[in-house]
């Protein structure tokens, strides 16, 4: 093989074609493009710019077609309500249950699931040996201002009011309230003796529906411990508190319990109804006179912890017996131990 030597003074390589783009029609070397350097900012999210942009597209399209885009506004603004009412229900009671579980509320409570309270309260103690007598005054023991005709009758339509309305609500815990008030009727609770009346009476034809969820509260000496020791019974029973309070009773009792009562345990009016029978009709005119009286005392005295309503509970307590509350709500223990002539402002779990 020859291998040919070429001298120093050859003439040098070079480029055929050049490496520029030639226009052909003119003959000429076109300029390469110069690649544009995009900085960052370039590329930059700009939230106004957009928000601008969606707003001018917005606008357009509403002078096109008004009702169609307030239309779809008003819907998303319905189903965002919606929404957000879902979720803070969920929340709400997420929370809740997390609460009462954290506290054992819901552990061994033989009533967990009723969530309302319906309160009769006790007025008189039976004494009869048969319950067949129930219409009557002589089958229960009557102080001397409730010895009145038709007083009997009185009782007896506080225990059906009380059964009906627990009846009509499934949630409904119905609890008879009233202590061993009577040192002549023996150790007998009021409570227990509206029970009775109520199972003689076949609870007024609401058995199933009743009986297994009627209980008693026997302690309370006064209207006021009727309302605050059945709020504790209950919450023993079910292992929370009570949402709504209905309390059955005489029909001018009412501004008593409803404007006094439930202002001293601090318990939401709106959720809070008393439902009042009349009295016997020979009784009325005193019975009003009466309760304007003790109505004065406990705007003096709301938790009757003195004077004169303290003095009238001890005289109701004749057999000495020991209350247990608050030891069955410990939440409210602060409620049991207040007195003073202005209302608690301690914590309270429905405040």
Known sequence: MINYQFATDSPKS??????????LESNTIRRPRKL???????FHFHPVIMI??????????????PLMILLIFFSFGVATLILLSVYTSHISTTTTNKLNNGLGLYDG???????NLVM?????????????KVDREDSWFLESYQRNVGQAATFVAHIKEGVEVAANDEDALLLFSGGETRKDAGPRSEAQSYWMVAESKGWFGYQEKVRWKALTEEHARDSFENLLFSVCRFRELTGSYPQFITVVGYDFKKERFVNLHRSAIRFPELRFFYLGTPAATSSREAASKGEALVRTQFEHDPYACLGSLRRKKIGRDPFHRS??????????EGLFRYCRASLYTGSLPWA
């Open 52 to 65: 601008k942009s969606f707003g001018n597209r917005v606008m357009y399209y509403y002078k096109l077609h």
């Open 323 to 332: 209350i247990p509350y608050p030891n069955g709500c410990p939440e409210i």
């Open 36 to 42: 544009k350097h995009y900085s960052f900012h370039y």
């Open 120 to 132: 009769v309260a006790g007025h008189s103690i039976y004494t009869s040996s048969s319950c067949e």
């Open 14 to 23: 070079f480029n055929a074609y050049p490496k520029a783009d030639i226009d």
């Open 109 to 115: 409570f033989p009533f967990a699931k009723l969530r």
